[in-house]
């Protein structure tokens, strides 16, 4: 079974909309790390944000949120008054206290359109 | 500078034949990481090393070696490339430790085996 599910392949929203990507997991640990990483069109994956197992507070960072939810196993991620350049390929990823792994889901491909 | 690098960028190989993808950091990190990724399918794990005498094997290391030169160097090898292992791969590092740290990757590199 994937540890990660993002099961929104691919969306395309009008610039300035905003846009929620899912992100759910699955595992047996208490103590795990949950990642966002961002891939544009010249294919490096960037490093967005990781938050622990312990920590549910909501996080906002510029036009970018993230809602933690360990009571649904969620872990999505908003873009505000999208842009442009936020069209990307964003990945979800898992890390579990035991297992020394990452796991990532498949990717979800967002479209801008100006 | 960047601070994770791969070498080459891009590279056309043929069918059988033996090929090196090169990952240097200087971030200082002990952990690093190989991954290959596909469309559709994400970041598959092949190897990893959380120092230079350890190396592990991942999820798909089948048909792939690797080396630990050093700390900063880590190697992967395609003893006799396939059509199948055209891929995008990617090196990540990550330092030691609660748990998995946040990886961060290289700017891949383009692999098309003829």
């Known amino acids: 079974a994937q540890k990660v599910t993002q099961a929104q392949t691919e969306i395309s929203v009008v610039e300035k909309e905003d846009v929620t990507l899912d992100c759910v997991y699955e595992?047996?640990?208490?103590?795990?790390?949950l990642f966002w990483y961002k891939q544009p069109p010249s294919g490096e994956l960037v490093f967005l944000i990781r938050r622990n197992s312990f920590d549910e507070q909501n996080e906002i960072s510029g036009r970018y949120s993230w809602n933690f939810q360990k009571s649904t196993s969620s872990f999505n991620f908003t873009i505000t008054a999208s842009q442009v350049v936020d069209s990307a390929v964003y990945f979800c990823?898992?890390?579990?206290?035991?297992?020394?792994?990452?796991?990532f889901g498949t990717g979800t491909s967002l479209t801008v359109i100006p | 500078d960047a601070d994770v690098t791969q070498t080459p960028r891009n590279r056309i190989t043929k069918t059988g034949k033996r090929i090196m993808l090169e990952c240097s950091q200087t971030?200082?990190?002990?952990?690093m990481y190989w991954y290959r990724q596909d469309p559709g399918l994400g970041l598959r794990l092949i190897y990893y090393s959380f120092d230079v005498k350890d190396i592990n094997k991942g999820e798909i290391s089948d048909g792939y070696s690797v080396s630990r030169q050093a700390q900063a160097k880590f190697s992967l090898s395609l003893e006799s490339a396939i059509p199948n292992q055209t891929a995008l791969y990617f090196c990540?590092?990550?330092?030691?430790?609660?748990?998995?740290?946040?990886?961060?990757f290289g700017p891949g590199t383009r692999l098309l085996v003829l």
């Open positions: 990823a898992l890390s579990e206290n035991t297992g020394n792994q990452f796991y």
């Open positions: 990540a590092t990550s330092r030691t430790g609660f748990g998995l740290e946040t990886q961060y």
């Open positions: 595992t047996r640990d208490t103590t795990y790390y």
């Open positions: 971030k200082g990190h002990d952990r």
